[in-house]
Nanobody, 126 residues
């Protein structure tokens, strides 16, 4: 059973960096592709990026390319979202998620994800 917990959020100045972690206490993360999503105030939840179960392939939303990096350590049952050059518009609650089932590609729709963490707040000040 997948049980996800995010950590690493906080307050950072524009241009700064943060690394979010997503730990799976169910020790099954190695079997799943992983997605990261975020919900900004007053907006719908959006796809940030994702990684395949083996960690070999990643994909990102256009606005995150070059600034965000997703990685996965299956031995530690943990996925990471490294964020740099943060902007005030990156302020949001960030969620990690695992899909209902693994596909060969990374799902970008939240509807395909059945396991979610509780989220971690990231606030970027200008």
């Amino acid at each position: 059973q997948v049980s996800l917990v995010e950590s690493g959020g906080g307050l950072v100045q524009a241009g700064g960096s943060l690394r979010l972690s997503c730990a799976d206490s169910g020790h099954t993360l190695s079997k799943y592709n992983m997605g990261w999503f975020r919900r900004a105030p007053g907006k719908e939840r959006e796809f940030v990026g994702g990684i395949t179960w083996g960690g070999t392939t990643t994909t990102y939303a256009d606005s995150m390319k070059g600034r965000f990096t997703i990685s996965k350590d299956n031995t530690e049952n943990t996925a990471y979202l490294q964020m740099k050059n943060l902007r005030p518009e990156d302020t949001a609650i960030y969620y990690c998620a695992a899909p209902y089932s693994n596909d060969a590609y990374i799902d970008t729709s939240e509807n395909e994800y059945g396991y979610w963490g509780q989220g971690t707040q990231v606030t970027v000040s200008s």
